[in-house]
């Protein structure tokens, strides 16, 4: 398996204070940190782009929605689909306006959509996405019922080709910027899980599993 | 002036444990609580979508970037765009995957992009964005240079139409399933920017003003 991504003028890059890289360990480690994947696509000639919950395995990303959903009808008649993944860590205050930005991690993917059809790649597809979102939870669960599977569509996209694009450290100012004495750095952006709220209708006893402790406190 | 965007096919909703709305206030409140838009136009026939800081005043979303980048070059040569801003704000652990989902705010905008040519409209523009990110930080800094704003494309989506969607509280279980033994609740994401990194290169003495010192411990 070729570790890097081809560069075409899909993805390549043009400018940058940020570093931008093509090899897949990076793109793949941005994929597994993000929450919502915002998912483009056409319709009637005009884009469209919906946050998504989804997984990753290998070279496919895994998204779902209801079987009647637009955006799984739409998702399912486009021949191409681009996603992004962008985690936020911070504000950069440079000494200028037009030098500020931002600190993040961003991941484009283009891909092509597949509904899958076949009830065991569904259910396996399905895993992967309640795994990314809740690692070891699908084993707590019961199994999903013949229903539920029908009335959920889910989607893989094999990667065609992505990018990621990462920012970090500090503001890079004008030479001459650095004598005006206004104070400038970094204010980063921390997202953490905090701890659990219980349902209300908990029965009596039941306590979260180690697998769902795990996941508070943790940052993306 | 109408305080809710109308409902076409374009927006409306179709399904919900989630609470859809079209009223101008809300979809305004999340446009101003977000750091990141998700822009998305067509490029030669196919969507894709651009990670892009942004800012709001009234019925218009202010966009920007390099002028020679792809996608200001490209948000001018679509005539209508889709823009979406989402805040996650925690996982929902229903007592099944089926019902397993997400806490959010997200918004949908569909609108004109225009370029903006005029240099005063550029500047105003700009500004807005400034003060989205860094409320109160335009006026600390120098005037942006005369290369600094030929250098910045900067675009005008007048909101044609939008729509939010708020997901809050509680999983909502299968009722047959309150009966198994598991634990269900919500995991809070909470998103908070964090204590000033100075930079390496500030000037003696120099220290962050009151706006920038009131951006920390702010959540989104």
């Avoid at 360990?25 to 009637?44: C, M």
């Amino acid at each position: 398996m070729k570790d890097k991504y081809s560069v075409s003028n899909l993805n390549k890059f043009r400018q940058l204070r940020e570093k931008g890289v093509y090899d897949k360990e990076t793109v793949h480690k941005v994929l597994d940190a993000g929450l919502v994947a915002h998912v483009a696509f056409v319709e009637d000639g005009r884009a469209v782009v919906v946050p998504m919950i989804y997984g990753r395995h290998d070279e496919t990303v895994y998204l779902h929605g209801a079987r009647k959903a637009r955006v799984i009808r739409m998702l399912e008649s486009n021949d191409r689909i681009c996603i992004n993944v962008t985690l936020v860590d911070g504000i950069v205050l440079a000494r200028s306006a037009f030098n500020s930005s931002m600190n993040y991690r961003s991941v484009t993917v283009f891909g092509t959509p597949q509904l899958i059809e076949a009830e065991a790649d569904k259910l396996y597809a399905m895993k992967v996405i309640s795994e990314h979102l809740m690692p070891g939870r699908w084993d707590e669960l019961r199994d999903p019922l013949d229903k539920e599977v029908k009335m959920t569509g889910v989607i893989e996209v094999s990667i065609d080709t992505a990018s990621a694009k990462i920012a970090t450290g500090m503001p890079t100012d004008e030479p001459e910027d650095y004598e005006i004495p206004v104070w400038a750095g970094v204010l980063p952006l921390v997202s953490r899980l905090e701890s659990l709220q219980d349902d209300d209708r908990l029965l009596p006893d039941v306590k979260a599993s180690a697998a769902v402790r795990a996941l508070q406190n943790r940052t993306l």
